[in-house]
Structures are given as C-alpha cells and as structure tokens.
C-alpha cells in the first residue's frame, strides 16, 4: 500500500491560511492599516476602487523597510516581533502573527514599495499568486506603498461570494472607524473611488469621534476615565438620547487594539439600567490600558478576541466606571467608585457569575388567509340586527337586508391594534405592521413607475451627516429621490432637502428620519436583495416607527382599504403578521364550559 499522506504545496497552503485571514475587502484593509501603526507612521492614506475589489491601496510614513525585510515581509510566519514563545504574552503592537501579507499575497496582485528611512534607495515588488513577479530599486518617499489588486482573482468561488458593492463599502468602513478610533494621534485619509470620504487630521479622542459621527456627537458623549490599579479605562460613553435601534457604534479597545466581547458590551449596557429600553443600543468608544501579561491575545486569526486573566473583575470595573461616568453627568445615580463598598462589591463579584443571558427573536411568519374573500366581507357587511321602532322590536324583511349595506366602524385598543367586525367573527389588526406594508408597497411602485408624489419644503432643511453615512446615501441618492423626496449634495458632509415624500407628518425631523432610513438600509445589506427593494424596505420602516398613535375613524377605514388592496396584506416586509383573524366559533369555544 502506497503513503497517501504528504505536504500541501506551499501556495495551496497560503490559500487556506488566507482563508483564515482574508475573508473580504474589509480584512485586506485592517492588516495594512495594522502593519502601518506599528511600522510608526503619523500619516496613513487609504485608497478604495469598487468597494476594494479592484484595489485596496495604503500609503504611510513609517519606518519602511530594508531590501530583505521587503522579501521576509510575504513569507508565512515572518514577524519582527516574536522571538521567543513568552513573547506571545507580552505583545501591545497590532499585527504579530506574519500571516497577513503571505495570505493577501497568495490570492491578489500585490504592488510593494518601501523605503527604510535610514536609506537612500527604496524596494518595489510585485507579487502575483505568492509567486515573486519583479524586484527592482526605486526611488521613494521613507515609509510603505502596498496596493492589492483583483482579490481573489485565483479562487473565483471566493470572488463569487464577496457582497454587493455597498454591502462590501460597509465592512471596510467599519473596519476604518476601528483603526481611527484607536489611533487618534495618527492622520488618516481615506477616499474611494477618487472621492475623499474621510479628512481626519491628527487630533484627541473627542475630535475623532466627532470627525468620524458628526458634529451633533459633541454634544452626546460624555468622558470616561478610571485608573485603578489593574487597568486603566478611558474613552467616551453616549448619553441615552444618543442610542440607536440599530447596532454599529459601539467600540471597545484593549491596548488600542479593537476587540469583540460580549460581555463588555452587556456590562456597559447594564450601566444603562432603565435609562434606555432593551430595543436600543447605546454610543461608546473605551480604551482598556492593561498589562499584556494580564490578557491572552492569540485565541483568534483575526485577533479580536482576546481572555482576560480575570474576566469577571475586568467586567465589574467597566461596568461600574460607565456607571460612574454617566452619574457625574446627572444621567444616572451617582457611584463613588473609589469608595471601599463599591470596590469591595466589585472583588466579590468577581467571584462569582456575571449572569447574564442572551435572547432569541423569531420572525413571526405570515398566516396566509383567505384574505381576498375577508376583504369582500369588509366591503359589504349586513346589518341583521332587530330595530327599535317606538318601542317595538321587529327583524328586516329578506328584501330590506338586502338593500341596508352596512359597515362596521373600526375602533382601536391602547392606540396600537385596530379591531375590526367581519361576518365570520372579527380582525386584530397590527397598525405599524399594515402601515409598513402599505408604505412599502407604495414606495416600491413609486420607484418603479418613477411617479412619486413630493410635498415641497417652504424652507430647504440642511443636514449634517457621519462621513460614512453621507457615502451610503450618496450610493442610492437616485433610489431615495424615486420615493418623493428632493435631496441634493450640498457640499462636505451636508446634504440640503427640498421635499419629502407625501403623507409625512411636515413635522417630522427630518435628521432623524434620514438616520434611521439609512440604519435601516445597512441593516437589510446582507439580504442582497437589490438597491429599489432595500431602499423601499428602510424607507417604510422607518416611516412607519414615526406614525402617530390616536386615529380616527376615517383613517382606521382607510389603513384596513390600503392593507387588503396590498398583494401581500398579511405579513409586512420585516416579517410581522398585519392582522390575526378571530372566528365566532373559536371565541364560542372559549366561552364554553
């Protein structure tokens, strides 16, 4: 019997350890940002063409390299930083693995150029499939030119499963603010597709923050800052008007480097207690300064996830210093977190369970009813209840109750459910839900017959956006006109309003619903369903979130027209059923003994 064992190719190897590494766009982004901070540099410029598909390019002023560290750089576990196993747990640079350049090397066209500021002639190398292409001298700036081009040119099953170009735009923006938010002595730039989407000069926290969220930011964080012993906690906390139903601004540092943890996040967002509901989801960025001996960061490829010696203490003390910063601010009951009790509370906490738990949410799937033969009902119920004539009761001849059509009035229960009589029984009509159907499905034929109706502002709105934000809209400015409104580019961050769509309450913050339309649209990214869909998706429920409670009768009648009219009337576009139907029968049943 023949051996049947043997050693992959060194390029076959590259490709799965870049399977590990480089998932996407996005992940090309953070190495070389990463290898640029450590390389000491105080300006990184970031240029993006098709959401980085056709090229991630950084450019920084570092400390460069030599010819050979040019050449080690794109082998497998190079690294200027390890010698010796111990090493591992004393590590507060970025990139240490010496994975990252080998694995972007083995699935793109990758364009080096370098230049040790101690020399007076640079490196240029271009690299194809892990395989050496060309190696020449160059006259350079000091500092690292990489440019990545056509990612996973080699592996087209992997190109065929990258995202949309927005979808993709999304994760390198995120990947952007982690780097930003934790360097901010460093000078960024970052432009995509030969538009400058980011300015940001070297500055402190705070003017990062805002730089990154927008000027309205300044006024919505308030600081953090504990030193203690074991660690030292700093950064920015948002009060509770600043939280979002929609995840994305929550930042938590280790050393500077972002992590991923869950239980930080449910420690900050128990600091909260009853100040926000469960459904939003509070602004932080916080830098833990501890001593590496403390942590163990070498549990993930990515290294966003890190173990902490003493996770249950380091919970405690995060959770009671955001407690404290919002205290200081009158947000919350004050804690002197220096007092003996609160520390004292904090150590045998430690000791124990941090108790929290996770929930699931299940979509509610859509009841298909007969739901054409319900609406026919709706239109034409009979009365054959007995009248009162002075006094006397009689029932309507057959011909009398044929000829007297009479519709039920809606009434609607704690200004949520519409409760509607049918011949069968009765409806329980969710109103949010049904609006968001009906507004969903009017925006979606809007789009597509480009006919929407526009009600015009008397006075223009200016609006000021995050950097990021003013990008996605830019991207379906077209899609978001089609629904009624009239949005022009006003320069920078800021776009000017000169319409909005029909049936909008004028009173409306405009700011707002602009916000949330485009949380709403990140969130449906993922789906791939398409710009039109996506852009209707968000559009409704977000307009939908802002409808009034109290209605009248009129509009009750109306809401229950409009849904039944819809072609899908059951369920709405997120997956809440519109209505439940009640049957005289099932409700006899209930009564009976």
Same mark, same amino acid.
């Given at each position: 019997m023949s051996d049947i064992i043997q050693l992959l190719p060194d390029s076959i190897a590259n490709q799965i350890a870049a399977g590990e590494v480089i998932q996407r766009p996005a992940s090309v982004l953070k190495e070389l940002m990463e290898n640029s901070i450590d390389a000491g540099a105080t300006q990184i410029k970031v240029v993006l063409k098709d959401a980085g598909k056709t090229l991630i390019q950084v450019i920084d002023d570092g400390v460069g390299m030599s010819d050979t560290d040019a050449r080690m750089c794109f082998e497998r576990h190079a690294t200027s930083k390890i010698r010796t196993a111990q090493d591992l747990f004393s590590i507060k640079t970025m990139g240490f693995r010496g994975e990252a350049m080998a694995s972007i090397a083995a699935i793109a066209h990758v364009e080096l150029l370098t230049r040790h500021r101690d020399f007076e002639l640079g490196v240029r190398m271009?690299?194809?499939a892990s395989k050496l292409e060309k190696q020449e001298?160059? !006259?350079? #700036?000091? &500092?690292? $030119?990489i440019s990545v081009k056509n990612l996973f040119f080699n592996i087209p099953a992997r190109r065929k499963f990258l995202k949309s170009d927005p979808v993709e735009l999304k994760h390198l923006m995120e990947e952007f603010h982690r780097v930003v938010l934790g360097h901010p002595n460093v000078y960024f730039t970052l432009h995509h597709n030969d538009n400058e989407v980011y300015h940001l000069p070297a500055s402190n926290l705070r003017q990062r923050i805002v730089n990154v969220f927008g000027k309205n930011t300044n006024e919505k964080i308030v600081p953090v800052e504990e030193d203690m012993d074991l660690i030292k906690i700093q950064g920015f906390i948002g009060k509770p008007e600043a939280a979002k139903?929609?995840? &994305?601004? $929550? /930042?938590?540092?280790?050393?500077? *480097?972002? @992590? *991923?943890?869950?239980?930080? #996040?449910?420690?900050? *967002?128990?600091?909260y207690e009853e100040m926000i509901t469960k459904e /939003?989801?509070?602004? /932080?960025?916080? +830098? %833990?300064? %501890?001593?590496?001996n403390q942590i163990d960061i070498n549990v993930h490829p990515t290294k966003t996830e890190i173990k902490f010696s003493d996770e249950r203490l380091i919970y405690n003390y995060v959770r009671v210093a955001a407690r404290h910063a919002l205290g200081k601010y009158t947000l919350s009951p004050t804690l002197d977190f220096d007092s003996p009790k609160v520390i004292e509370r904090m150590q045998s906490a430690s000791k124990g369970s941090s108790g929290f738990s996770s929930s699931s949410r299940q979509q509610a799937k859509g009841n298909v009813e007969n739901w054409d033969e319900i609406y026919s009902i709706l239109k034409t119920e009979k009365s054959e209840e007995p009248v009162a004539v002075e006094g006397t009761f009689f029932s309507l001849e057959e011909e009398d109750v044929q000829s007297k059509m009479v519709r039920k009035k809606p009434f609607q229960i704690h200004n949520k459910y519409v409760v509607h009589q049918i011949k069968s029984g009765f409806l329980l009509i969710d109103y949010k839900a049904a609006n968001e159907r009906i507004l969903y499905e009017s925006y979606l034929k809007a789009m597509t017959y480009k006919e929407p109706l526009t009600q015009k502002q008397l006075f223009p709105k200016t609006i000021e956006l995050g950097a990021s934000q003013k990008t996605i809209l830019t991207e379906i400015m077209e899609? @978001? +006109?089609?629904?009624?409104?009239?949005?022009?580019?006003?320069g920078n961050n800021s776009i000017i309003i000169h319409g909005i769509p029909a049936g909008i309450e004028p009173s409306t913050d405009l700011k707002v619903l602009i916000e949330e339309l485009l949380e709403q649209y990140n969130a449906h990214q993922e789906l791939q369903i398409g710009i039109e869909e996506s852009v209707a998706r968000s559009m !409704?429920?977000?307009?939908? +979130? *802002?409808?009034?409670?109290?209605?009248?009768d009129e509009e009750m009648t109306n809401i229950i027209d409009e849904l039944f009219a819809c072609d899908i009337p059951h369920? !709405?576009?997120?997956?809440?059923?519109? /209505?439940? $139907?009640?049957?005289?029968?099932?409700?006899a049943k209930q009564f009976s003994g």
């Open positions: 271009i690299m194809k001298p160059i !006259s350079v #700036n000091p &500092g690292t $030119q139903k929609t995840k &994305g601004d $929550q /930042y938590i540092f280790v050393n500077n *480097r972002f @992590i *991923r943890s869950h239980y930080l #996040n449910h420690a900050i *967002r128990t600091a /939003y989801h509070p602004l /932080y960025v916080l +830098n %833990i300064d %501890i001593d590496p899609s @978001i +006109n089609c629904l009624g409104f009239e949005i022009e580019d006003f !409704s429920k977000s307009a939908s +979130n *802002r409808t009034k409670k109290g209605l009248s369920v !709405s576009p997120s997956g809440r059923k519109c /209505y439940i $139907q009640f049957d005289l029968d099932e409700l």
